[in-house]
């Protein structure tokens, strides 16, 4: 009777969430029990039930049948077993290999030993020794070793699970004492302005006494913004790989969960544990998905990613310092970032990683060549002029693709041809059959070589790169023209790219609508219309470069849940609009005019280009331009001896 009060005086003491888990295992106790019970029925019935019915019938006697065959004198032998209460009966007429029939005896057989030895049958009385209860306990002991087994994983994984809900609202961020990514600051090119801002922090961590002794402070955070792959993330590897102070790695977005109060709660465990560990860096990739504008879009924000964000502003500049701690974030959106998270205090130094120039584009290739087998002949500073517009993820995925392209054609190592076809592969896509020749074949070739020989003629245009018949992607054709390094767009540049691209029209209106009609003209020109209608608008709109005068009629366009209205009405009148439209098809209509005259003083020339073409399949800006010259040359000769 005590030992019960006492279980239950304890029990009432125990919390609310053990009661339960107590009051769950009990349950789980029962059914489990009430399992074993049935196994056990089901274990009993199948061993008592014949496995063999057909075979035991065939081999077995009756009772009746024993007595029958014992009184016509048709047994041999008969050996009784008092164990199993069965008799084992040899009969005269079976053979000698053949196995004794087997007869089930009643529990009670006073006559039966005595007509056994009237009729003179050889007789025996034995004892084997019966397995059955044995068996039956070897059974049970097998099913209640499984049950165990079963229960012991069920209390396992609840353990587990109760564990984890514990730590649903802890920091996920990965923490090494001293990263080892294998990446260092010579590892890094391209970037040099940015790589001298963290190299400096890395300073602030070893050194911090060299800045403190004058009176400076660590700053709290550096903001790396640039476009995708240009080495954001490189660069918080390279510091995790110069400093010798531990590094903790998080993404932005694993902050963020459907239950409120979790993200902040992760926020306070992650600076908790760097706040142990100082000094120390902190970086959060994609700070984007947790810094936000509060309060932007339809319905207000959400209310888990503001408390998030709000705990994280707390943390990093709050009534607490975070001495010694140093957060490095990442973003290629921080137009969408809120202001508080920006302000000095707290993301002290914003610096951009842009594209590439020349000599970055150079660096980054040396870098990612290093462990490619490279010919002698390769020539990584024309690479680098080939390829103005690319980032870092890009030159890597072309020295890449150029390794692929060497691997699949057995070559010992990676030359131009192949470089030359992974920039085509990452330009434009993958490579695609050729085009049979005919009549479509001579119309494509017309219109890629009037808007190369344009985009050649014309001033002021980017050098051309390539022109090929070989489809890519999901053009037929490719015209390439090397973008313009310092990128400075003058109103001469944009006229020149658009009489370039209306060179394919021109084409098939001088060359193909003067003969045939407008039948002729095709619908792939769609895309290059498009793009120069879009360019020519914002020639008017937002550059200035039309009779309107300099007003920016348009500007820059905002995703509508930043606070922006979802419909933005035009900022002038139905009248200026009118005369918008007038004067972006006035630049088009003139543009296409000095296109068609291009062609139409150069016809022989477009010509003998289109035959080289539909010969070679493709042509290089080099040689483009040399034949170009080379036919003005003579052409000036033979209007000379004319004269």
């Known amino acids: 009777m005590k030992i019960k009060n006492q279980s239950h005086k304890i029990g009432t003491n125990l919390p609310l969430n053990k009661a339960k888990r107590k009051g769950k295992g009990k349950r789980v106790y029962q059914n489990l029990h009430r399992l074993a019970a049935s196994l056990m029925i089901l274990q009993t019935v199948f061993l008592t039930t014949p496995a063999l019915a057909q075979r035991v019938r065939d081999n077995n006697l009756s009772y009746s049948q024993f007595i029958q065959k014992l009184k016509r004198g048709e047994i041999a032998k008969v050996e009784l077993d008092e164990t199993t209460n069965k008799a084992k009966v040899t009969l005269k007429e079976q053979n000698k290999n053949d196995p004794p029939k087997e007869v089930i005896l009643f529990a009670q057989n006073q006559d039966l030993i005595p007509k056994i030895r009237n009729t003179n049958v050889e007789f025996e009385i034995t004892s084997s020794l019966d397995h059955s209860t044995t068996v039956g306990v070897i059974a049970n002991l097998i099913i209640i070793l499984l049950l165990l087994a079963g229960l012991v994983m069920i209390i396992r994984r609840s353990a587990s699970a109760s564990g984890q809900a514990f730590n649903f609202g802890k920091s996920r961020a990965r923490f090494q004492m001293e990263a080892e990514t294998g990446i260092k600051f010579h590892d890094v090119a391209g970037i040099e302005e940015a790589k001298e801002e963290l190299q400096e922090i890395v300073t602030f961590l070893k050194q911090p006494e060299k800045f403190t002794a004058i009176g400076a402070k660590i700053p709290r955070g550096v903001l790396l913004i640039g476009p995708p792959g240009t080495g954001k993330t490189l660069l918080a590897k390279a510091i995790a790989g110069e400093a010798a102070v531990p590094f903790f790695s998080i993404s932005g977005s694993e902050f963020v969960e459907m239950f409120v109060g979790v993200g902040a709660s992760r926020v306070r465990d992650l600076f908790r544990k760097a706040k142990e560990n100082a000094p120390c860096l902190v970086f959060i990739d994609e700070i984007d998905a947790v810094g936000r504008q509060r309060g932007a879009g339809y319905g207000g924000g959400n209310d888990e990613r503001e408390q998030t964000l709000n705990q994280l502003l707390t943390e990093m500049d709050g009534f607490e310092g975070n001495s010694g701690i140093i957060v490095i974030a990442a973003t290629n959106r921080p137009d969408v970032l809120d202001s508080a998270l920006l302000r000095p205090g707290r993301f002290d130094r914003q610096t951009m990683v842009d594209y590439p120039d020349f000599q970055g584009r150079l660096g980054i290739l040396e870098v990612h060549a290093r ?60 490579e695609g059959l050729p085009l049979v020749d005919g009549r479509i074949k001579r119309l494509i070739a017309y219109r890629e070589v009037a808007c190369a020989l344009v985009g050649t003629l014309i001033p002021n245009h980017n050098p051309l790169t390539k022109t090929t018949l070989i489809p890519r992607g999901q053009r037929q054709a490719l015209t390439i023209f090397v973008p313009d390094e310092d990128g400075l767009i003058t109103r001469n540049s944009i006229l020149a790219m658009i009489t370039s691209a209306l060179g394919r029209r021109a084409a098939e209106e001088v060359i193909f609508g003067e003969t045939f009609g407008d039948s002729e003209l095709t619908s792939i020109i769609g895309r290059d219309i498009e793009r120069i209608t879009s360019l020519t608008r914002d020639m008017v709109t937002k550059y200035g470069m039309s009779e309107l005068g300099q007003m920016a009629l348009e500007g820059q366009s905002q995703p509508i849940f930043l606070g922006n209205s979802s419909g933005e009405s035009p900022e002038y ?22 296109a068609k005259q291009i062609i139409r003083d150069n016809r022989a020339l477009l010509d003998r280009l289109v035959d080289v073409l539909i010969e070679q399949e493709t042509i290089e800006g080099e040689e483009f331009r040399k034949l170009v010259k080379e036919f003005s040359q003579s052409s000036q000769s033979k209007l000379v001896t004319s004269s």
């Not at 020295?399 to 030359?415: D, P, W």
């Not at 009148?573 to 000095?594: F, L, M, N």
């Open 371 to 430: 462990n490619k087998k490279i010919a002698p002949e390769v020539s990584l500073e024309t690479v680098a002029r080939r390829t103005p517009g690319f980032s870092g993820a890009d030159l890597a995925n072309l020295l890449n693709e150029a390794a692929i392209f060497t691997a699949r054609r057995r070559k010992e190592a990676v030359t131009m041809l192949e470089i030359n076809d992974a920039i085509d592969r990452v330009v434009a896509g993958m």
């Open 573 to 594: 009148s139905e009248k200026v609009a009118a005369h918008i439209d007038a004067q972006v098809r006035t630049i088009i209509k003139e543009c296409g005019e000095r």
